[in-house]
């Protein structure tokens, strides 16, 4: 199972980008697909996730994150986007994507199996 994580760059604060990681020898026995970040000096967290059908999905427990973040995937092109929108100098961060063979606590770094590079995303005018 192998993750890329690309789409990351420097935005001007309001700004939207998004974030797409690609994927290869992820199976419906990945279950979910997660988005974490990690900012300097912070510890990693997380974003959001979906199920690999992409009936679900789940956010961080941040009004913030939720009204402006969306996750996405398109199976066809084995890839899950992270729709970012209305970017604040605090979304700063590395973010990661990683894949999950549990149907729980996908919001626990611990319970992802697979993880694929950062892309660092700076959100600063």
């Known amino acids: 199972v192998q993750l890329q994580a690309s789409g990351g760059g420097l935005v001007q604060p309001g700004g939207s980008l998004r974030l797409t990681c690609a994927t290869s020898?992820?199976?419906?026995?990945?279950?979910?697909t997660g988005w974490f970040r990690q900012a300097p000096g912070k510890e990693r967290e997380f974003v959001a996730a979906?199920?690999?059908?992409?009936?679900?999905?789940?956010?961080a427990d941040s009004d913030s994150v939720k009204a402006r973040f969306t996750i996405s995937k398109d199976n066809a092109k084995n890839t899950v986007y992270l729709q970012m929108n209305s970017l604040k100098p605090e979304d700063t961060a590395v973010y990661y994507c990683?894949?999950?063979?549990?149907?729980?606590?996908?919001?626990?770094?611990?319970?992802?199996?697979?993880w694929g590079q950062g892309t660092l995303v700076t959100v600063s005018s």
């Open positions: 979906i199920t690999w059908s992409g009936g679900s999905t789940w956010y």
């Open positions: 990683a894949a999950s063979s549990r149907g729980y606590g996908l919001a626990a770094s611990y319970n992802y199996d697979y």
């Open positions: 020898g992820v199976t419906p026995d990945h279950y979910a």
